[in-house]
């Protein structure tokens, strides 16, 4: 007898397909670094899970703002982030919403590990920081991001085949 997979497995293979969310220890090591997000405004691009953007506002980030292209991961999202007055939900491409982006404390940017684009991506999100800022990219540890910007590059720090990168705008 053939067994026939329901079409509601590809939709839901579809969803799942890129997403890969920031695992807890490093999620632990960005709240650790960043010590405190109190009183801050917060983007999470590339939001996926929304995990990391949901941790700001526990830790008390005065708004957080949570860009994916997916409409189906921002509507979870927007579920998880129900209690929160304090959080915005844009469902568009992450370097559309730059150019026309509001200046924020902390951006952090989390796009598939397969991204071309980070050039674009770490520019913009400069641009929409506000002074003394601190942008922080997740990549693959195959990605030396230590040339963009690297005036205002702080550090790269490893966990596994995962690395989470700092610049500081001042």
């Known amino acids: 007898m053939e067994k026939l997979i329901s079409p509601l497995f590809y939709v839901i293979i579809s969803y799942m397909r890129d997403l890969r969310p920031t695992s807890n220890l490093v999620l632990q090591a960005i709240f650790n670094i960043l010590y405190s997000v109190k009183g801050k405004d917060f983007l999470d691009l590339f939001a996926g899970t929304g995990q990391v953007g949901l941790k700001a506002l526990e830790k008390g980030g005065k708004s957080v703002v949570f860009v994916d292209i997916e409409r189906k991961r921002v509507e979870n999202i927007k579920k998880k982030a129900k209690n929160y007055q304090n959080a915005k939900f844009v469902v568009s491409d992450a370097l559309k919403f730059l150019k026309t982006a509001n200046s924020f404390d902390i951006i952090f940017a989390d796009p598939p590990y397969d991204y071309k684009f980070y050039d674009k991506l770490i520019q913009l999100s400069f641009e ?43």
């Open 128 to 170: 929409a920081l506000k002074e003394g800022g601190i942008l922080i990219v997740e990549h693959r540890s195959n990605n030396d991001l230590s040339g963009i910007l690297p005036d205002y590059f702080l550090e790269s720090r490893k966990y596994g085949d995962t690395v989470i990168s700092f610049w500081r705008k001042e």
